[in-house]
């Protein structure tokens, strides 16, 4: 079975263009998270989506903005790009959307988001 | 920000020997997670503890936690090369929505 897969592997934008990066979660599965992670640092939430609703977002301005598809396909989209923007983008899959119970998260391979 | 923190930052040994990082968080946990990177990729889930455990293990990864404390270790036996990656502790938010990871250790083993 296929696990979590991202799209594109790599992007090199300029600042103030915009980019979407897609996530396609493991089959069966209906949530999708994302993450940011800055070189050096831990992953950052962003945003998680269950049956195409966000269930909760982070500490991001709304130049991020993300949506779900009727077949939990995911996409993030980022405006207006600054510099402050490169990282590498992750995108995790749980089989529900309550991970309190806890359903372990499977992580795509990320896209590594360079903005020049 | 992070809210959990990862000691040491840093961490390089030779092939065979044990590796242990920690982990300190601030909130009251449900259970911590830990989760290994392997060069800038994608996470793997390495183990969670629940917060009545106090000890876990899997293969030759041992995982504590000290509620009192708000700490948890994980220790990694007779250490190999294919070991050497980022190790990161996380846990869920009070609503359960989100996993906050901390900054992470980066583990470089020798062979």
């Known amino acids: 079975d296929a696990g979590v897969t991202q799209s594109p592997t790599h992007l090199i934008k300029t600042r103030g263009q915009q980019v979407t990066l897609r996530c396609s979660p493991i089959?069966?599965?209906?949530?999708v998270s994302w993450y940011q992670q800055v070189l050096g640092q831990g992953p950052q939430f962003i945003f998680q989506?269950?049956?195409?609703?966000?269930?909760g977002r982070g500490n991001f301005p709304d130049r991020f903005s993300a949506r779900q598809f009727p077949n939990y396909s995911s996409e993030l989209n980022v405006n207006a790009l600054l510099l402050g923007d490169s990282a590498l983008y992750l995108c995790?899959?749980?089989?529900?959307?309550?991970?309190?119970?806890?359903?372990?998260?499977?992580f795509g391979p990320g896209t590594r988001l360079t903005v020049l | 920000s992070q809210q959990g923190e990862e000691d040491p930052q840093a961490l390089s040994i030779q092939e065979g020997e044990n590796a242990t990082m920690n982990c300190s968080y601030k909130?009251?946990?449900?259970?911590l997670q830990w989760y290994r990177q392997n060069s800038g990729r994608g996470l793997v889930h390495l183990i969670l503890i629940r917060s009545n455990e106090r000890e876990k293990h899997s293969g030759r990864l041992r995982v504590t936690l000290d509620t009192s404390k708000k700490s948890s270790s994980l220790l990694i036996t007779a250490s190999r090369a294919a070991d050497t990656a980022s190790y990161f502790c996380a846990r869920l938010n009070t609503g359960g929505f989100k996993t906050i990871f901390g900054a992470g250790t980066r583990l470089f083993v020798k062979a």
């Open positions: 989506y269950y049956e195409k609703e966000e269930r």
């Open positions: 995790a899959s749980t089989g529900t959307g309550d991970i309190r119970s806890y359903n372990e998260q499977f």
């Open positions: 089959s069966g599965h209906k949530s």
């Open positions: 909130t009251s946990i449900n259970n």
